[in-house]
């Protein structure tokens, strides 16, 4: 993976707090600390953009559409309840 170097201002506080995760983890750094939280981050930030994505295409929904989607969930279901993992 091919890395950039940058430079970024941050307030004391926060270096102080990358400092000491740095210093609990065995070979980290605190590019390797700012790395990892910035990944945190984004993975959350596009779950909750999947979940809003998700929220606005069932509201969206028609009743017909809803009908639909309910009776399929109930199928699922309902086949699952007789699935055998054992065998």
Not at 42 to 69: C, H, K, N, P, V
Not at 71 to 82: I, K, M
């Given at each position: 993976?091919?890395?950039?170097?940058?430079?970024?201002?941050?307030?004391?506080?926060?270096?102080?707090?990358?400092?000491?995760?740095?210093?609990?983890?065995?070979?980290?750094?605190?590019?390797?600390?700012?790395?990892?939280?910035?990944?945190?981050?984004?993975?959350r930030?596009?779950?909750?953009?999947?979940r809003?994505?998700?929220?606005?295409?069932?509201?969206?929904?028609?009743?017909?559409?809803?009908?639909?989607?309910?009776?399929?969930?109930?199928a699922?279901?309902?086949?699952?309840?007789?699935?055998?993992?054992?065998?």
């Amino acid at each position: 993976m091919n890395r950039l170097k940058i430079s970024i201002t941050l307030p004391a506080d926060l270096v102080e707090r990358i400092d000491e995760e740095a210093g609990r983890t065995a070979r980290a750094n605190r590019s390797a600390v700012i790395e990892r939280w910035l990944r945190a981050g984004a993975r959350r930030q596009a779950g909750e953009r999947l979940r809003e994505a998700t929220i606005a295409y069932y509201d969206s929904l028609r009743a017909e559409e809803r009908a639909d989607d309910a009776a399929y969930a109930r199928a699922v279901a309902e086949s699952s309840l007789r699935l055998r993992y054992d065998d």
